[in-house]
């Protein structure tokens, strides 16, 4: 021990010293601490040095300090020194730096109170605490609450939430905020919205026992404890409330700067509405009860609206209208006997003036005579054993009967109240568990303490002592269940003090005594004190300076109570007669009602009469029984302690939760920390004492996995066993000697306080000793590295340097010599001119001379030259030597100095110097220095080599250089010899020489004089073209200036077109996905709602069907976006909804009476009449539906039985034809002569012209038949079409892909387009209410009359277009009939004329109708006259094989002749044979891609094709996509037969059953993955198929003869779509749901980089975690489920584009679950933590670069991850680094930047803390964003979802349906 004193207190160790000011005062120590020192030399953070003295007999050492990395924990339990000190500096750090309000302490949440509105209780901070284990994130009420939540479902015992301390702490605002979570986490049982109800007790509860005081604006000024009850299920149902010790003296007192309660003030700011004129209400300084204080508004606070939040809060609970007026009565009555003034009529009496206006106002509010009222307010009445007498009252003591009276009803209208909420929370369905919040006063102490302080005080004693035994209990079972010796820890019992209060003849019982006595007094009473405890207790003292007050030694503190009052309040007496008197009141029912209980004992509750609000008195209903019930009264004391121990019973038998809140300073200063007042509080409310339980036992607890990941660098690799605890065992025992500081349990290891202190001193002084050699070789490394690269550079210079000289040298030179050779040749030939003649003969000494001189200089500049050379190399070698010189001084240097380190150290090395280790390290200097050595000498050979290669140019150049000048020598005498020769001809020469001279003169005027000319003209051209050239210039340059600026305003021009073009796009684009986004969440609404009606069915049917056990309603088929209905049965659906809703309403329960009651109170009897009426609608509608049902079948029954008599026409003539043709091959079998059936004769003629006409005729029925029924088809559509589209109201709507709309005006189109279909109805249809009710019946009037008029209209076209037909039918008949008496050419020639004459007239007819569908119907005519072409051409080859086949049949004819009689061969079977090979079967290839079934088998296909179906099987077996492909091909069918109603059918039944099926197993992703890429594909076959060209580009000819030919599906196509979005958001839903259990642990939680992380202490809270560990999720695991997300998806034929679409919303999901849970949770915020984090997003770009979905988007919702965990690695220190990062997190806001670096928290010591002046500073720079405050993003945002148009290239023709699927029905067409 002494030794890790010594260890621990040396120089610079930081301690805690006590201090006036701020409580305790942080210092380091100047020198080590000895064994024998008396004092310690400290050093406070100022740089003062003090001397603190040690007290000679215990020897007690200040408190150290924790670590830095420890400061700012989440648990306080978590500091290795457990002490006040630590656990104050702690609290302020959070506060103060982080601005965090919760710390946990133990099972303590502390919750300092901030005086400032904080962002941290939305909804997504709900959804963010909810499910999560209370040690994974950071302290908050919410995480308090989510415990007791979850232990209550896991537990199945109640809990209790016991929020308490000092008045302006923050108790009721906890409270409200834990019941806040609970109702939005569980939700209600019903849907009358208990949860709602619970919230709405909070502002009538504020109102009526709220007030303002001088520490509080809103303080409680009474106990309540709240029980919110739960059903099996854990959904809210219902609360109860208990109240406890109202203080009722604030009614009539109020001290300076506070307020009566809120209510009050709430009723005078609103005394001027109509309803409250007859309460003859003012200002609150009007009355004495709201003046006193002298501070009647709060600042920021509108009382009036207020009481209208109150108002709305008692009619959500059921309070009507009435009771809230006699509420507001009763109150205001109060307010006015406040007022009433009170008169001395002499010293003994009182009296009151007869006419009081405010006596007057109360007593015409309460409703009782004004002169009984006056009469009791200043007498009483005394009775004795024989007779009853009046005795007046003096002033004094009438004024306090006046109080008290004012008192006594304020109290019962509380608790009126309270029972009336406790009713209106209440619920029919079985309370299965409960939680309980208690929000009740702290420890209180005043200048001036009185009873109600005393009973305050005394709650909270009994409130520590179950604290007390819990923290007790939970030690001892942490400590058993880890099976560690378990010894006796010493705590406070503060027993004795509850013993005093309560015990027999305790203070209560004397209180109770003195009551009873006829002249008690508070003299007396406090004299029975002094005597019975004074001596006997020692908790007991009497102040010295007063005989009426008494000290007790509470927990907390001592506190000095004022005897005076005590006996009054403990009565707590009312003059009986004025009770009398508002009882006898007739006129005001409320009233009576509130004092009906005045004969009860107590409360079915439980609750405290005086002190809970419900004061009763003993009203005696006869003489004989004053006596019995006066004594059985119960005093205010009694009441108390009985209802205190019942809830102390109740929190005993719940588990407790427990939350102290503190007041960080008295002035309401926002984050401003009072070290003094915090201190008091943390002792009061028992905080420090949790810290001394636990730091007397082992507060530090470790797993062995989280101590061997932390000291992992305190042991050595012998130490390290493959057993983690064995290894942790054999550390310790070498690092702490004293076994007594840590015990070893199953899976912990439990440390004294101050051993993780010791053990992080050891593991900092290793790893700073370590960074230190780091450090040292770095730095070497650095500083050779340096050397080196400097003495490359200098020798580079050097080299370069003197190369530039020589080359300098050498052209000097060449410059000399040239210069040389010029100035002789020139001083040659002037000398040659001037003394030509005279120095002839010296001529030739003169140039052996200059040459003997000339070889005389060249050889002086060869030497100089060499010598230069000479010079070089011996410099060189000069300097090597030097720096060869310096280099081993240097080195010499260096072993001198690491000599004496080395000696430093060598006892650390001896041991290493024998490792191999040491000898690697000594050979690798070795080599490092062989490898310089052997560059040294590479260099030198280098050198060496330039030199030589030098030397043999210079030696070349010489020889050259000689052999050259040996060459000008030998042209000098030759040209000497020339001279010689040639001086002989000079004379001749100079006289031909002056002749020429004469002429050149001559010459030279004449051309003088023509220069002179030419230069004149030269100038004056130049001058001209000069000017000419400056004009061209300057046109150029404006020319170059115009088309300069040309290109650039259109480049401008360009560019801004271009940006505006790019905006407009980018803006249309926003809102296109603004507005499917919109729609799409509307889908989801609305699907919300089926469900929701879906399931008030089932509730109904089941309500109704109790008795049936065995009967299962089947699921609900309802869409409200399926367009196959008509309108009919649309409204009928309309109306059942109503009808079933308004069943639901009759079956339910009261509360949900109570929520109707509230919206349609005043409406009750309009209601019923609506409904008689609505019923009387609906049957009018029924019978209206189906008389215009009746209509429709009569009209489709005539044109069916047209149709069947055309067709049965046409068959009788084709059988007349037949018969025919049978009657001629009869007469040519029966002719004699064996030729008659030859070509060319005349039997053979009329055969070939019978047949001809015939197969014409044939051809041209068919033709007519089916031009008919597509006619009568494609008009009834179209009118039906025509019908719809003015009678529907909402409009068809095309989805398109934004990708593919690349023009501005597309995307206005699409734009307005998807706007339009999210404001028209059909988007949601929600549940009618009943409130709409009236309007909905005028709006289904008025569809009903239209729709009447529209099936009227409807079939009075019908009726005229059957006329039409039957007149064109009989023309067509007429031309028929005309046509068969034509010959055959003519009559196809006259049949072609009259189908192109009809298409014309048709056409007309089109252009005169509709001009804009004229260009379609010539398509179209075109396209029939093609075919009519097509088809005569089939008809002539069809005759010519006839032909040739007649006359194989005339020779078979003609060879049979007579051989043959009608009785052997019949016509017949002559016929038969050359007709039979024509029925031949079908090709494959003649296949049409269709599938034909019959009706009664639609409900088999759906069942095997889509309810039935396994996903898993058809996804790995058939082809992608082939349920959609089956679909489609029996929809063709049924399109290609024109039958409309199986078409409705087919799709309706197959919408319906996906979405059963997806309902019944949607929570599997492979049946939703499954079904979205069906949905999809059966969509693109629809468009695909549509016969629309914009879906036809890609399609192949074979593709668009497979195109829709009768039915426009457009429509559908929207439904269809509304139900992929539908199923993609399911699908969204149903992976966020397995995703989400894997991120926080796989994203933040699990070590990817193995030993970054550094493991922290955890504290208690680790182990209080309510869920087991179920093994925890790595990155591996997610990567491995987005990798069977999207195998899965491909396999089921998913598009491409909407795979990206999933990966980027899961990616988002990743990232924001990822986000948020960093930003509450201190423990992640770290360096190490944002390394892993950006690993862990750098594996999953892996994966998407590896699925090739780079370009999906998917990376850029991770952005703000990838940000914050940039934010975590940044320096964060200078301006430069908030500059940095502002403009590097631009996708964080700036609440989350901030957040972020509050929570900052190093793991080692070497990492720094954010200041807060940096953080200032950030927010300083950002203040200037627009952005949202949130905090968190939203993990609930869904992307819109397109579905861009994918064509299949899949043959129909070519799909074959296995035999698994058992279709066999179905038949290919």
Request: aromatic share 8%; proline share 3%.
């Amino acid at each position: 021990m002494n030794r890790e004193l010594e260890y621990m207190f040396v120089q610079s160790a930081r301690v805690w010293i006590p201090d006036a000011e701020e409580v305790w005062k942080s210092a380091e120590l100047a020198k080590d601490y000895k064994n024998d020192d008396a004092s310690l030399q400290l050093m406070l953070e100022d740089g003062t040095t003090i001397d603190h003295k040690l007290d000679p007999k215990t020897k007690n050492l200040p408190y150290l300090r924790n670590p830095d990395i420890l400061v700012g924990e989440n648990d306080l339990t978590a500091l290795s020194y457990l002490h006040e000190p630590a656990v104050l500096h702690n609290l302020k750090v959070r506060f103060i730096d982080s601005k965090l309000i919760y710390t946990y302490c133990g099972i303590v949440l502390v919750a300092i109170n901030p005086y400032e509105t904080l962002p941290i209780y939305g909804t997504d901070i709900i959804n963010a605490y909810s499910g999560q284990n209370m040690g994974d994130m950071d302290p908050h009420i919410f995480a308090v609450a989510e415990e007791a939540y979850k232990q209550m479902a896991r537990d199945e015992r109640n809990q209790s939430i016991i929020v308490s301390g000092e008045s302006g702490a923050g108790k009721t605002v906890s409270a409200k905020y834990a019941m806040r979570y609970f109702a939005t986490v569980s939700g209600s049982a019903s849907e009358a919205n208990v949860e709602e109800k619970v919230l709405a007790s909070n502002p009538i509860m504020e109102a009526i026992g709220n007030a303002k005081t001088t520490r509080n604006d809103n303080s409680s000024r009474f106990g309540k404890y709240i029980e919110i009850g739960f059903d099996n299920r854990y959904r809210i149902i219902g609360a109860n409330m208990r109240t406890y010790l109202l203080e009722k003296s604030r009614v009539v007192f109020q001290a300076d700067e506070e307020r009566n309660y809120h209510i009050f003030y709430q009723l005078c700011a609103s005394a001027n509405q109509p309803e409250f004129k007859n309460l003859r209400l003012s200002t609150a300084n009007d009355f004495l009860y709201t003046r006193q204080g002298r501070s009647p508004v709060i600042e920021g606070i509108d009382d009036a609206k207020e009481l209208r939040t109150t108002r709305h809060a008692f009619t959500l609970l059921g309070i009507n209208e009435s009771y809230q007026i006699g509420l507001f009565q009763v109150l205001a009555a109060i307010l006015h006997l406040g007022n009433v003034e009170i008169k001395d009529r002499d010293s003994d009496s009182s009296l009151i003036a007869p006419n009081n206006r405010h006596l007057t106002a109360f007593c015409e509010l309460v409703g009782v005579t004004y002169q009984d009222m006056s009469q009791w307010l200043c007498h009483r009445k005394l009775k004795t054993a024989t007779e009853t007498y009046i005795k007046p009252l003096p002033r004094l003591q009438a004024t306090n009967a006046r109080d008290a009276l004012s008192k006594h009803i304020y109290a019962k209208l509380f608790s009126w109240i309270v029972e009336h909420v406790n009713k209106a929370l209440v619920t029919n369905v079985k309370q299965h568990s409960f939680i309980g919040v208690l929000d009740i006063y702290g420890f209180e102490t005043f200048e001036i303490n009185s009873f109600e302080q005393f009973c305050i005080n005394y709650a909270n004693e009994k409130l520590q002592q179950q604290f007390n035994m819990h923290v007790f209990k939970l030690e001892q079972e942490e400590y058993m269940k880890e099976q560690i010796p378990w010894t006796l820890i010493d705590f406070y019992d503060n027993q004795p003090c509850i013993n005093l209060i309560e015990a027999k003849m305790g203070i209560l019982d004397l209180l109770d005594e003195e009551c009873k006595m006829p002249k008690g007094s508070d003299d007396s009473w406090a004299q029975k004190l002094y005597n019975t405890h004074l001596k006997t207790c020692s908790l007991f003292e009497k102040p010295r300076m007063s005989n009426r007050a008494f000290i007790i030694q509470h927990f907390a503190d001592k506190v000095e109570y004022q005897c005076e009052g005590f006996l009054e309040k403990n009565k707590d007496t009312v003059n009986e007669e004025q009770i009398h008197v508002l009882k006898a009141s007739k006129k005001f029912d409320l009233l009576v009602e509130l004092f009906q209980d005045e004969e009860k004992a107590t409360t079915p509750t439980g609750q405290v009469p005086g002190t809970g609000g419900r004061t009763r008195l003993s009203i005696k209903p006869d003489k004989g029984r004053d006596t019995s019930s006066k004594e059985h009264k119960k005093t205010v004391g009694c009441q108390f302690r009985n209802s205190l121990q019942m809830l102390m019973e109740t929190l005993n038998a719940t588990t407790p939760h427990y939350v102290r809140c503190i007041k960080p300073n008295d002035f309401k200063l926002a984050f401003s920390f009072d070290p003094k007042r915090a201190v008091q509080q943390l002792r009061a409310c028992g905080v420090l004492e949790t810290i001394r339980i636990s730091a007397a036992g082992f507060p530090s607890r470790w797993t062995y996995q989280e101590f061997f990941s932390r000291y992992r660098v305190l042991m050595k690799q012998k130490d390290v066993l493959p057993d983690r605890k064995l290894t942790c065992k054999n550390v310790l025992e070498k690092l702490v000697q004293d076994q007594d500081k840590y015990q070893f349990g199953k899976t912990k290891i439990f440390f004294r306080a101050g051993q993780v202190a010791y053990l992080e001193k050891l593991r900092a002084d290793k790893l700073r000793a370590a960074c230190i050699r780091i450090q040292k070789t770095i730095r070497c490394w650095l500083a050779r590295k340096k050397y080196l690269r400097q003495r490359s550079a200098a020798i580079t210079i050097q080299r370069f340097t003197r190369g530039y000289q020589a080359r300098c040298l050498a052209k000097f030179m060449r410059r000399t010599q040239a210069a040389t050779i010029i100035q002789k040749y020139q001083r040659m030939c002037v000398e040659r001119k001037r003394f030509r003649q005279k120095q002839a003969a010296a001529l030739a000494m003169q140039t052996i001379l200059r040459a003997y001189m000339a070889r005389q200089k060249y050889q002086a500049l060869l030497r100089e030259h060499k010598a230069v050379i000479i010079q070089k190399h011996v410099r060189g070698w000069l300097a090597r030597c030097w720096y060869k010189r310096c280099l081993e001084a240097i080195v010499y240097l260096q072993c001198c100095i690491r000599r004496m380190r080395a000696k430093r150290e060598l006892k650390k090395l001896k041991i290493e110097a024998r490792s191999v280790e040491h000898f690697k390290k000594l050979n690798k200097g070795m080599e490092n220095k062989i490898m310089q050595l052997q560059r040294k000498i590479d260099e030198q050979n280098k050198d060496n080599r330039v030199i030589s290669e030098r030397l043999v140019s210079l030696e070349s150049s010489y020889a050259s250089e000689s052999e050259r000048m040996r060459g000008e020598l030998g042209r000098l005498r030759g040209v000497e010899e020339d001279a010689k020769n040639k001086t002989n001809q000079v004379s001749s020469l100079l006289e031909e020489l002056e002749k020429l001279r004469k002429e050149l003169s001559v010459t030279q005027q004449e051309k003088k004089t023509i220069e002179d000319w030419a230069q004149k003209y030269r100038d004056e051209m130049e001058k001209m073209v000069s000017e000419l050239k400056d004009q061209n210039g300057l046109l150029k340059k404006e020319k170059d200036d115009l088309n300069r600026m040309i290109q650039e305003q259109s480049q401008q021009m360009t560019e801004k077109m271009t940006r505006a073009i790019a905006q407009e796009t980018q803006q249309l684009e926003t809102d296109l996905n603004e507005e499917r986004s919109r729609y799409q969440n509307l889908l989801t609404e609305h699907l919300r709602l089926e469900e929701k009606y879906d399931d008030l069915k089932e509730e109904l049917a089941h309500s109704t069907n109790v008795s049936k056990p065995g009967h299962r309603r089947t699921d609900s088929t309802h869409s409200s976006n399926e367009s196959e209905y008509t309108y009919n049965s649309e409204y009928a659906e309309l109306e059942d909804g109503s009808r079933v809703g308004e069943d639901v309403t009759r079956g339910m329960d009261t509360s949900l009476t109570l929520k109707l009651q509230k919206r349609v109170t005043e409406l009750e009897q309009e209601k019923q009449s609506l409904r008689n009426e609505l019923e009387n609608r609906e049957e009018q509608f029924q019978r209206a539906r189906a008389r215009d049902d009746a209509q429709f079948r009569k009209a489709r029954g005539a044109e069916l039985e047209y149709e069947s008599l055309k067709r049965q026409e046409l068959e009788s003539e084709n059988k007349k034809l037949r018969h025919d043709l049978a009657e001629m091959r009869q007469s040519l079998l029966g002719g004699a002569a064996a030729g008659a059936g030859a070509p060319g004769s005349p039997a053979y003629k009329v055969l070939l012209d019978q047949l001809n006409a015939s197969c014409e005729e044939l051809e041209v029925r068919k033709e007519e038949v089916l031009i008919l029924r597509s006619q009568l088809v494609s008009q009834k559509e179209a009118v039906h079409h025509k019908d719809e589209k003015e009678t529907m109201t909402e409009p068809s709507v095309f989805a398109q892909d934004v990708n593919k709309l690349k023009d501005a005006d597309e995307l206005k189109q699409a734009y307005v387009g998807l706007k339009d279909t999210n404001r028209s109805p059909r988007s949601v249809r929600p549940a009618l209410e009943v409130s709409d009710l009236l309007s909905r019946l005028r709006l289904l009037e008025q569809q009903l009359q239209a729709q009447r008029r529209t099936y009227d209209s409807e079939v009075e076209s019908l009726r005229g277009e059957l006329q039409n037909v039957k007149e064109e039918n009989n023309r067509q008949q007429q031309l028929l009939a005309q046509n068969l008496q034509l010959p055959p050419e003519a009559r196809i020639e006259a049949s072609l004329q009259h189908e192109i004459t009809r298409l014309t007239n048709e056409n007309l007819e089109l252009m005169a109708d509709d001009p804009t569908a004229s260009r379609e119907a010539r398509v179209i005519i075109l396209r029939r006259m093609v075919d009519l072409m097509e088809q005569l051409e089939k008809q002539d080859r069809t005759i010519r094989k006839l032909k040739k086949q007649l006359k194989v049949y005339s020779k078979r004819i003609g060879e049979m002749g007579a051989g043959h009689t009608e009785g052997q061969t019949s016509p017949g079977q002559m016929v038969e044979e050359p007709i039979h090979p024509v029925n031949i079967p079908r090709r494959e290839k003649d296949f049409q891609g269709m599938l034909e079934y019959k009706k009664e088998d639609e409900m088999k296909l759906v069942k095997n094709l889509i309810l039935e179906l396994k996903p898993r099987g058809v996804a790995v077996n058939l082809i992608p996509g082939l349920p959609a492909y089956i679909l489609f091909m029996c929809l063709r069918h049924a399109d290609y037969v024109n039958d409309d109603q199986k078409v409705r059918t087919l799709l309706t039944s197959t919408i319906n059953s996906i979405k059963k099926i997806l309902k019944k197993r949607g929570d599997d992703f492979e049946t939703v993955s499954f079904w979205l890429a069906n949905t999809c594909r059966f969509l693109h076959c629809l468009k695909q198929y549509s016969g629309d060209e914009a879906f036809m580009k890609h399609n192949t000819s074979r593709q668009n003869e497979h195109c829709l030919s009768n039915f426009d599906l457009a429509e559908y196509r929207q439904v269809i779509s509304d139900l992929a979005i539908q199923i993609y958001q399911q699908l969204v839903k149903c992976m966020e749901n397995i995703l989400q259990p894997m991120i926080v642990s796989g994203m933040l939680e699990h070590e990817t980089i193995q030993g970054v992380s550094g493991v922290k202490p955890t504290g208690l809270r680790k182990r209080t975690s309510s869920i087991a560990d179920e093994g925890t999720y790595t990155l591996d695991s997610i990567l491995r489920q987005l990798s069977a997300f999207h195998s899965t998806m491909c396999q089921h034929g998913t598009d491409p584009e909407l795979i990206k679409q999933v990966v980027k919303q899961l990616f988002y999901i990743i990232g924001a679950v990822t986000l948020n849970n960093l930003l509450l949770r201190k423990d992640m915020c770290s360096w190490s933590k944002g390394m892993q984090i950006r690993y862990n997003v750098s594996q999953l770009e892996e994966w998407l670069r590896d699925k090739g979905l780079m370009n999906c988007g998917a990376k850029e919702t991770l952005e703000p991850l990838i940000q914050a965990a940039q934010l975590l690695q940044v320096k964060k220190k200078t301006d430069e680094d908030a500059e940095a990062i502002c403009s590097m997190c631009h996708a964080l806001t700036t609440a989350q930047i901030v957040k972020v670096l509050n929570l900052y928290t190093p793991v080692n010591e070497f990492e720094e803390r954010v200041s807060v002046a940096f953080i200032r500073t950030i927010q300083t720079r950002l203040r200037d964003r627009c952005e949202s405050p949130q905090l968190l993003m939203d993990t609930k945002m869904i992307y819109p979802v397109t579905f861009p148009f994918s064509p299949s290239s899949l043959a129909l023709e070519t799909i074959q349906i296995p035999t698994s699927l058992n279709l066999s029905f179905l038949t290919r067409v």
